[in-house]
């Protein structure tokens, strides 16, 4: 049996400019992390069946890289991927890597994420994964909100 994790947040700018934060490197740069630490690289072919990496320092200093595979890319609305982490692959026992969904909905002062990761093995990890993507989807947000007007429109 797998479980699953869905986060809804609220974000001052377009889904255009929203999904891009999601598949541009220069954007995940600075966001994609779990607490203050760095985003140290990060690469996307973004394309069904093309690969994304993405790897991080937390402020503890341990590195984390995360891997996945598009498997859906539907801008601005969706982006799907099969994922997992370099250290430990997030494996279902099916041997399946776990799924993250990424659905964008414009609303009147910006959009609607829906961010679901469906497919982790325990409870354990869903409670790790909630913590780090609460985190990271905090400084998304951040990041709008500090960029103001000029994404809202």
Known sequence: MTTSLILVRRIAARPTIVFDAFVTPEAILQW???DEGPVLETAVDLRVGGQFRVRFRTLDGKEHEGNGRYLEVERPRRIAMAWHWSHNGELDE????????????EIDDGTELTFTHARLKTEASRASHEEGWTGALSKLSALFERQGDRHAS
């Open 32 to 34: 994609w992390s779990p």
């Open 94 to 105: 099916r041997g399946e890597k776990s799924h993250i969904e990424i659905d964008l909905r």
